[in-house]
């Protein structure tokens, strides 16, 4: 079982960077995905989540209206767009695969918003 993030790393205030999540060894499209992400000193929360077959969304305030979350259940990826970029978007951001009580995570991507 994988989940392996890319597309991170640094970029200017009011930028945009998208994220990708690409899974293997588990069946994807059964799987809810969410991104999380992790700032220095501060606890891990989560950022945006989509349901297995893509009909379900939501965020967490801070980001409503400059990300959005997506998937391709046919690439077994899903993705974080992220516009308008803010300072304190920086952070190491994870994707997190959920079934029932099963439970992945990827190794993480640096985001890194600044001048």
């Known amino acids: 079982v994988q989940l392996v993030e890319s597309g991170g790393g640094l970029v200017q205030p009011g930028g945009s960077l998208r994220l990708a999540c690409l899974a293997s060894?588990?069946?994807?499209?059964?799987?809810?995905m969410s991104w999380y992400r992790q700032a220095p000193g501060k606890e891990r929360e989560l950022v945006a989540l989509?349901?297995?077959?893509?009909?379900?969304?939501n965020y967490v305030d801070s980001v409503k209206g400059r990300f959005t979350i997506s998937r391709d259940n046919t690439k077994n990826t899903v993705y974080l767009q992220m516009r308008k970029l803010k300072p304190e978007d920086t952070a190491v951001y994870y994707c997190?695969?959920?079934?029932?009580?099963?439970?992945?995570w990827g190794q993480g991507t640096q985001v890194t918003v600044s001048s």
């Open positions: 997190k695969g959920r079934f029932a009580t099963i439970v992945y």
């Open positions: 060894g588990f069946t994807f499209s059964r799987f809810d």
């Open positions: 989509i349901s297995s077959d893509g009909g379900y969304t």
